[in-house]
């Protein structure tokens, strides 16, 4: 590899497309950093599968783009079978490069160095919470995805843990590569604030805004709704006057949760918004009085440092990779036990004294995480992994 010539790098950007989760929000950001700001180092041509007739995000649309027609299930079990055969029946796909990167759990078996982020193994932590295809498809594809990869990114200290104790992944083959808060998430204005408020806030009986804790992302039984639920009914009993917005594109497994808030009585206290649109996200978390994630397992946790930008305070698990996402500005509880959630909550909306602190406490601890940080440390995998096959050529 020439040093003074961009390295080509063939960029999956198939999760900007196809998707609405951290999973795009990860590969659209990180892409258009890469394009940029790094054009002058890497010469990137963005790949995906064209299944649905979905379209790149506008902030990409002026980016050099292949693409490849072929149906998801066809693109995925193909995917597979290339790895098992040791065949690179893609590689005749793909732009002319010298790198390709698989942003999500999938990649082609290929004669070029390759580069896998690796978001979570929930899959294998708890696979109750995932529907049989897909856990099927995964505990044969992840881990040769994972052996077949040059180089692994990890979004977490505990995918990469993940990844060491459950595949027994040399650590010096993953790089841990914190994601970025997107700068749209800031302290929103008084009007703003209101704006959300008159538009997603259940109604009192004197038909003002009710008060909000939140809960965002997408609708999985490992987000541990149930919990969050059981919570507020102490806090219902104690007296609190707050209901809780649950926010997001539904996901697998859903219905028994939406059965429990039935079950348990607050069907005037749970509220789901649904998918909310990017630009009400902000003044959503800002407007809330605390923002919980009682996850069970996060690969990362973008709502907690989202909501700490935001100026909201945060309560969220012990567990997982939590705790490096909010350091020491959140409250933290075990995720099973709905007593403790209920009281930490209780201490945030009681104590403004606290509450202040902690708003600015995250927004200080947030902005250590940012997308121009995530792009340079990957470009400079990209560098590190080509200029090292190069040398054993």
Same mark, same amino acid.
């Given at each position: 590899?020439?040093?003074?010539?961009?390295?080509?790098?063939?960029?999956?950007?198939?999760?900007?497309?196809?998707?609405?989760?951290?999973?795009?929000? #990860?590969?659209?950001?990180?892409?258009?950093?890469?394009?940029?700001?790094?054009?002058?180092?890497?010469?990137?041509?963005?790949?995906?599968?064209?299944?649905?007739?979905?379209?790149?995000?506008?902030?990409?649309?002026?980016?050099?783009?292949?693409?490849?027609?072929?149906?998801?299930?066809?693109?995925?079990?193909?995917?597979?079978?290339?790895?098992?055969?040791?065949?690179?029946? #893609?590689?005749?796909?793909?732009?002319?490069?010298?790198?390709?990167?698989?942003?999500?759990?999938?990649?082609?078996?290929?004669?070029?160095?390759?580069?896998?982020?690796?978001?979570?193994?929930?899959?294998?932590?708890?696979?109750?919470?995932?529907?049989?295809?897909?856990?099927?498809?995964?505990?044969?594809?992840?881990?040769?995805?994972?052996?077949?990869?040059?180089?692994?990114?990890?979004?977490?200290?505990?995918?990469?843990?993940?990844?060491?104790?459950?595949?027994?992944?040399?650590?010096?083959?993953?790089?841990?590569?914190?994601?970025g808060i997107d700068s749209s998430f800031a302290p929103a204005t008084p009007a703003e604030l209101q704006r959300i408020r008159e538009t997603y806030a259940p109604r009192a009986l004197d038909g003002s805004p009710r008060p909000y804790l939140l809960m965002l992302g997408t609708l999985e039984p490992r987000k541990n709704h149930l919990t969050a639920m059981n919570a507020l009914v102490r806090l219902k009993a104690a007296g609190l006057p707050h209901a809780l917005l649950i926010a997001g594109g539904e996901g697998w497994l859903f219905?028994?949760?939406?059965?429990?808030? !039935?079950?348990?009585?607050?069907?005037?206290?749970?509220?789901?918004?649904?998918?909310?649109?990017?630009?009400?996200?902000?003044?959503?978390?800002?407007?809330?009085?605390?923002?919980?994630?009682?996850?069970?397992?996060?690969?990362?946790?973008?709502?907690?440092?989202?909501?700490?930008?935001?100026?909201?305070?945060?309560?969220?698990?012990?567990?997982?990779?939590?705790?490096?996402?909010?350091?020491?500005?959140?409250? !933290?509880?075990?995720?099973?036990?709905?007593?403790?959630?209920?009281?930490?909550?209780?201490?945030?909306?009681?104590?403004?004294?606290?509450?202040?602190?902690?708003?600015?406490?995250?927004?200080?601890?947030?902005?250590?995480?940012?997308?121009?940080?995530?792009?340079?440390?990957?470009?400079?995998?990209?560098?590190?992994?080509?200029?090292?096959?190069?040398?054993?050529?």
């Amino acid at each position: 590899m020439s040093l003074n010539q961009p390295l080509q790098v063939t960029f999956d950007a198939g999760p900007a497309v196809h998707q609405r989760a951290g999973l795009s929000r #990860y590969t659209q950001q990180l892409a258009h950093q890469l394009v940029t700001h790094h054009a002058d180092e890497l010469d990137l041509t963005l790949f995906y599968n064209a299944h649905s007739g979905h379209q790149l995000p506008p902030a990409l649309q002026q980016a050099q783009v292949q693409t490849l027609a072929l149906g998801q299930y066809a693109w995925r079990l193909s995917v597979l079978a290339g790895q098992l055969l040791r065949v690179a029946n #893609y590689e005749r796909h793909l732009p002319a490069g010298q790198l390709y990167h698989a942003t999500e759990h999938l990649l082609p078996y290929l004669h070029r160095p390759t580069v896998l982020t690796v978001h979570d193994l929930i899959f294998e932590r708890y696979p109750e919470h995932h529907k049989l295809t897909n856990r099927l498809f995964l505990a044969v594809g992840m881990r040769l995805f994972v052996r077949r990869a040059t180089r692994i990114i990890a979004v977490s200290q505990q995918t990469k843990r993940d990844l060491i104790d459950l595949y027994g992944t040399p650590a010096a083959k993953i790089q841990v590569i914190y994601q970025g808060i997107d700068s749209s998430f800031a302290p929103a204005t008084p009007a703003e604030l209101q704006r959300i408020r008159e538009t997603y806030a259940p109604r009192a009986l004197d038909g003002s805004p009710r008060p909000y804790l939140l809960m965002l992302g997408t609708l999985e039984p490992r987000k541990n709704h149930l919990t969050a639920m059981n919570a507020l009914v102490r806090l219902k009993a104690a007296g609190l006057p707050h209901a809780l917005l649950i926010a997001g594109g539904e996901g697998w497994l859903f219905e028994p949760i939406r059965q429990q808030v !039935m079950a348990l009585g607050l069907h005037n206290d749970v509220h789901f918004t649904g998918y909310v649109p990017a630009e009400d996200l902000a003044a959503l978390y800002g407007g809330a009085a605390c923002v919980l994630q009682p996850s069970r397992y996060e690969g990362f946790g973008f709502p907690v440092l989202e909501a700490m930008a935001c100026g909201a305070p945060v309560v969220c698990s012990n567990v997982s990779s939590l705790p490096e996402a909010v350091g020491d500005a959140a409250l !933290m509880v075990d995720p099973l036990d709905d007593e403790a959630l209920a009281a930490a909550v209780q201490r945030v909306v009681s104590d403004k004294q606290l509450a202040t602190a902690m708003r600015n406490r995250g927004n200080v601890h947030a902005a250590n995480f940012r997308w121009e940080r995530c792009a340079a440390e990957t470009a400079a995998i990209y560098r590190e992994v080509v200029l090292r096959c190069d040398s054993r050529m």
